[in-house]
């Protein structure tokens, strides 16, 4: 193993861990009062589903990185990409949680989306393997979307 696969690996699990501390206290409370839909599911898979998540996105910018030969001219899209889903990715709990804004929450997580079927497209030519590790993040994503949506329906910002 090398340095670099262990910090693109571990990298994303950085906002996590940091915006679980932020999940950790709304999701009891706040998250608990809203109406959600019958097929949400419960708070201890969250977890789980996000260190194979954040692992398989990780790795997968290690290879695309990898590939490309480091941070070359050839990388800034597909790089910047990730690099701006990751930051979408990361300001969802804060913008949902924190600032409990189902509306904005909606449509951050909907940008993700699109954020992140960008960057597996621009992925896919380089390292069908490193764009195929995305694949079980959008399908959680498409998802979590639809799950945001119903609790925007169901549960207006009280500050609209």
């Known amino acids: 193993m090398s340095l670099p696969m262990i910090g693109f690996t571990a990298l994303p699990h950085v906002g996590g ?4 501390f932020i999940r950790r206290r709304e999701v009891y409370t706040w998250y608990a009062s809203l109406k959600k839909p019958s097929w949400c599911p419960p708070n ?8 194979s998540l954040y692992t398989g996105m990780g790795y997968g910018s290690y290879l695309i990185w990898k590939e490309l030969g480091g941070f070359t001219e ?3 899209v597909p790089m910047g990409l990730y690099g701006l889903q990751l930051a979408l990715n990361w300001a969802s709990v804060p913008l949902f949680f924190g600032a409990h ?3 904005w929450g909606l449509i951050e997580i909907v940008l ?3 954020a992140i079927g960008a960057t597996m497209l621009s992925w896919y030519p ?3 393997t490193a764009s195929l590790l995305l694949a ?7 998802y979590t979307t ?3 949506y119903c609790i925007w329906r169901d549960n207006p910002d009280k500050k609209e």
């Open 74 to 76: 050839d990388a800034v």
């Open 146 to 148: 639809a799950i945001r």
């Open 44 to 51: 201890g898979a969250f977890p789980v589903v996000w260190t």
């Open 101 to 103: 804004s189902q509306k």
């Open 17 to 20: 861990i940091l915006g679980g």
């Open 126 to 128: 380089i390292n069908r």
């Open 112 to 114: 993700l989306d699109g």
């Open 136 to 142: 079980p993040y959008l399908a959680w994503m498409c």
